[in-house]
């Protein structure tokens, strides 16, 4: 999964197959689409086709306990279809998901920056099972980059600051 800055928008793309032979099915739960990328019980990123899910629950894994020390923050855009990490605690997926089936989510978090969301820029990874049934889950937190209309600003103004102080010489 990778959570970018695109325009105002940050946009969060996942897609993958899961191992769930050495999980432990939780059963159900209602969740709210949102990302939370520090809370007690762990970090989670919950995407959806709308704003509360009925998914299933799967216990086992470990990693990262935070991927940022960010707020709660809603989905502002419909996502495609759920596909849920909660660090330290398990996934939360689809009921109708069979293990080894493909996944794929995209969420958009309207008028948001990676920094307004809370999220630490890196490469978290999740680990759970042994042997064959070891499987694993990585979420890639890009830094925002200036746009290009960003970049020549800033050139500008450093121009700018450089002419300023040739001409006091």
């Known amino acids: ?59 086992g894994i470990s990693g990262p306990a935070s991927f940022g020390a960010g707020p709660l923050a809603p989905r502002l855009r419909a996502a495609a279809t759920p ?24 969420s958009t978090y309207s008028d948001k920056t990676i920094a307004g969301l809370g999220l630490t820029p890196g490469t978290y990874t999740w680990t759970w099972g042994t042997g064959p049934t070891a499987d694993s889950f990585q979420l890639q937190v890009e830094a925002a980059t200036p746009e290009p209309a960003t970049f020549g600003l800033l050139t500008f103004a450093a121009a700018g600051m450089l002419l300023a102080g040739y001409r006091r010489r």
């Open 1 to 59: 999964m990778t959570i970018q800055q695109q325009g105002t928008d940050v946009v969060e793309n996942g897609s993958g197959t899961l191992n769930l032979t050495a999980l432990s099915d939780g059963g159900t739960s209602i969740i709210r689409s949102l990302v939370y990328p520090s809370l007690p019980l762990g970090s989670g990123i919950v995407g959806g086709p709308t704003d509360s899910l009925t998914l299933e629950a799967w216990s």
């Open 83 to 106: 596909l849920v990490l909660i660090a330290n605690l398990g996934f939360y997926l689809p009921t109708t998901y069979v293990s080894g089936e493909a996944l794929s989510n995209t």
